[in-house]
């Protein structure tokens, strides 16, 4: 499949993290294929999600779950719902909800718990009850989002995580194999950096496999035996530099998205009133800071 002056790539997965490195490879030129599986090829990237199975390859263990169960449904107003374009976030008492605007229509929500009163072979009908019930005491317009939510717009999922010291000894990348997005680090969805890690995966890992490329592009007078073994070392390096530049800032964003979490949904007096008094504008001036992240540029 090789042809001169190219370099085979495959994404297993098609996920955030897949497709925004191949659309950045695809930029300068390079051809990427977004596969499920290929015997012959030069580079493997993992964006096949929690359950990796190059993830597993590459010795990383099934993610932890957690305690939690998040609740999201969709709704779609077709006068238009209202809320212009404000985020409502709701926690306490074992529950963090919030509810977003897509469009002028459509509103995203979310309810996390630490219920066992249900599971994920709960009915749709008692999930919506269960919902109702735990966001009783919000505004009206509030309430009404999820009294409008068709069954078949929810979904519940148990939240996990991969335990953040994990990646302190295991490989990101082995040989011309890596992994991204959540097939990387899968984390809780408390500061809603999930999405956006794997952009920033896809950009990174996309500038560092280009610089490979193009470091074999200035040697082609190299015979063919010498520019393939060649080619494999850059590539390597490449990998490995990209696995340098996302293992701290994947544990920095699962660390801080379960830890959020834990303070958001805790329980008792004393902590709502440490959280709400104290901690609330700290809270947000931190996920602020963590969504503002600089990956660079696909060019250096």
Same mark, same amino acid.
């Given at each position: 499949?090789?042809?001169?002056?190219?370099? &085979? %790539?495959?994404?297993?997965?098609?996920?955030?993290?897949?497709?925004?490195?191949?659309?950045?490879?695809?930029?300068?030129?390079?051809?990427?294929?977004?596969?499920?599986?290929?015997?012959?090829?030069?580079?493997?990237?993992?964006?096949?999600?929690?359950? *990796?199975?190059?993830? /597993?390859?590459?010795?990383?263990?099934?993610?932890?779950?957690?305690?939690?169960?998040?609740?999201?449904? @969709?709704?779609?107003?077709?006068?238009? =719902?209202?809320?212009?374009?404000?985020?409502?976030?709701?926690?306490?008492?074992?529950?963090?909800?919030?509810? %977003?605007?897509?469009?002028? !229509?459509?509103?995203?929500?979310?309810?996390?718990?630490?219920?066992?009163?249900?599971?994920?072979?709960?009915?749709? $009908?008692?999930?919506?009850?269960?919902?109702? !019930?735990?966001?009783?005491?919000?505004?009206?317009?509030?309430?009404?989002?999820? $009294?409008?939510?068709?069954?078949?717009?929810?979904?519940? *999922?148990?939240? +996990?995580?991969?335990?953040?010291?994990?990646?302190?000894?295991? !490989?990101?990348?082995?040989?011309?194999?890596?992994?991204?997005?959540?097939?990387? =680090?899968?984390?809780?969805? &408390? %500061?809603?950096?999930?999405?956006?890690?794997?952009?920033?995966?896809?950009?990174?890992?996309?500038?560092? @496999?280009?610089?490979?490329?193009?470091?074999? =592009?200035? +040697?082609?007078?190299? /015979?063919?035996? $010498?520019?393939?073994?060649? *080619?494999? +070392?850059?590539? $390597?390096?490449?990998?490995?530099?990209?696995?340098?530049?996302?293992?701290?800032?994947?544990? &920095?964003?699962?660390?801080?998205?379960?830890?959020?979490?834990?303070?958001?949904?805790?329980?008792? /007096?004393?902590? !709502?009133?440490?959280? &709400?008094?104290?901690?609330? *504008?700290?809270?947000?001036?931190?996920?602020? /800071?963590?969504? =503002?992240?600089?990956?660079?540029?696909?060019?250096?």
């Amino acid at each position: 499949m090789e042809e001169e002056g190219t370099l &085979d %790539i495959v994404i297993v997965g098609a996920g955030i993290s897949g497709l925004s490195t191949a659309v950045g490879l695809h930029r300068p030129g390079h051809a990427t294929d977004i596969l499920v599986f290929l015997n012959d090829i030069q580079v493997l990237v993992g964006c096949d999600g929690v359950y *990796s199975v190059v993830g /597993k390859w590459l010795g990383f263990k099934t993610p932890a779950t957690t305690a939690r169960l998040a609740i999201r449904g @969709l709704t779609h107003f077709p006068l238009g =719902h209202g809320f212009g374009k404000k985020f409502f976030q709701f926690y306490g008492n074992g529950v963090r909800s919030g509810f %977003i605007p897509c469009d002028h !229509n459509t509103v995203y929500w979310f309810l996390t718990h630490t219920s066992t009163d249900i599971d994920e072979e709960t009915n749709p $009908e008692i999930l919506k009850e269960f919902v109702l !019930n735990k966001i009783k005491d919000l505004p009206e317009n509030i309430k009404s989002v999820v $009294e409008t939510t068709d069954l078949d717009s929810m979904v519940m *999922s148990r939240l +996990k995580y991969r335990p953040p010291w994990e990646l302190l000894w295991s !490989n990101i990348t082995k040989d011309n194999v890596c992994v991204a997005g959540d097939a990387l =680090h899968p984390m809780t969805p &408390d %500061i809603g950096q999930g999405g956006c890690s794997a952009m920033e995966d896809g950009v990174i890992l996309a500038r560092c @496999l280009g610089e490979a490329i193009k470091a074999k =592009h200035l +040697k082609s007078e190299t /015979k063919e035996e $010498e520019e393939e073994e060649d *080619s494999y +070392k850059r590539i $390597e390096e490449g990998l490995k530099k990209y696995a340098g530049e996302r293992k701290w800032r994947s544990i &920095d964003l699962i660390t801080t998205a379960y830890t959020v979490g834990l303070i958001q949904q805790s329980r008792g /007096k004393w902590m !709502n009133l440490f959280r &709400d008094r104290f901690l609330s *504008s700290f809270l947000s001036r931190m996920l602020l /800071k963590k969504s =503002h992240f600089d990956c660079g540029s696909l060019v250096p």
